[in-house]
């Protein structure tokens, strides 16, 4: 009787375990959650609330809708941009929705979902600036600003190498380089339009827009390279999200323009 006992305990040891294995091995990280990196100091996609503590922001509309398409719950994990994308591959989050621009060099190290919003180039400036450039030619000589490790920095490095002499201005967060426009620390910024547009709406917004390019990049959701499972369930729940509406919505809510359908 008492081997029998034995014998059933460890046989329901063996059970757990292996619940709790294939539990740990799931669409998500942790069960029933869907874990998301951003970096939450890039209004108006993600950053945090009047309270210091509630990330507000398009992306973060959208991490909770794509949630509760697959019925989970979802975790926003604050990252630094120059270690956001190791973290979703060394499974700190499940994936990152942070502005994350889909380039060719990161498609060979990362799973994305489709497109969600296309984005251009920008220059922005104070509006009582005695200079506006009409063009990125024209910020030859100037005190640039931009974020680092963004695409507005690869964007100033190519017309570097087409010749453009200017002076750099790298910031952590895109919040510092219009703080320091405003204290005239600096020329001009050099930002993605989705910030852009933000930081020039209303009368009352002392920037203002003096060039903007055309779409050339696009938003899309990163997720660790392999997981084609989770990759799959974000693509179902964001085409639902567009098929309904609710991606218009989300761009409306928080940009006042619609972004997101012309990629789709």
């Not at 329901?12 to 539990?23: F, L, N, Q, R, S």
């Not at 499940?94 to 497109?115: Q, W």
């Not at 009409?134 to 490790?149: D, F, I, K, T």
Request: contains cysteine; charged residues 25%.
């Amino acid at each position: 009787m008492k081997k029998t006992v034995v014998i059933l305990a460890i046989l329901a040891a063996v059970m757990i375990t292996g619940c709790t294995k294939k539990e740990s091995g799931g669409l998500t990280i942790k069960k029933g959650v869907l874990m998301v990196g951003m970096e939450l100091g890039y209004p108006p996609m993600e950053y945090y609330g009047p309270d210091g503590k509630t990330p507000m922001g398009l992306d973060v509309d959208m991490g909770k809708a794509i949630a509760e398409k697959m019925g989970l719950q979802v975790e926003f994990v604050d990252t630094a941009w120059d270690g956001i994308f190791a973290g979703v591959e060394t499974r700190r989050y499940d994936c990152i929705m942070s502005s994350v621009t889909i380039t060719d060099e990161r498609l060979t190290v990362h799973n994305f979902s489709k497109p969600y919003i296309g984005n251009a180039m920008s220059i922005v400036v104070r509006k009582n600036s005695p200079v506006k450039p009409r063009s990125p030619q024209e910020l030859a000589g100037l005190g640039v600003s931009y974020q680092a490790e963004t695409t507005a920095k690869f964007f100033m490095a190519k017309l570097v190498e087409d010749g453009l002499r200017y002076t750099p201005f790298e910031y952590d967060k895109v919040m510092n380089c219009f703080d320091e426009l405003l204290l005239g620390r600096v020329d001009v910024i050099v930002t993605d339009s989705v910030v852009a547009l933000d930081y020039t709406t209303g009368d009352d917004a002392p920037f203002e827009i003096t060039w903007l390019g055309e779409p050339d990049e696009f938003f899309g959701i990163c997720i660790k390279r392999g997981n084609n499972a989770l990759t799959d369930a974000i693509n179902k729940a964001l085409d639902e999200l567009f098929a309904e509406g609710t991606m218009r919505r989300i761009s409306m809510n928080n940009l006042n323009v619609d972004m997101v359908s012309g990629v789709r």
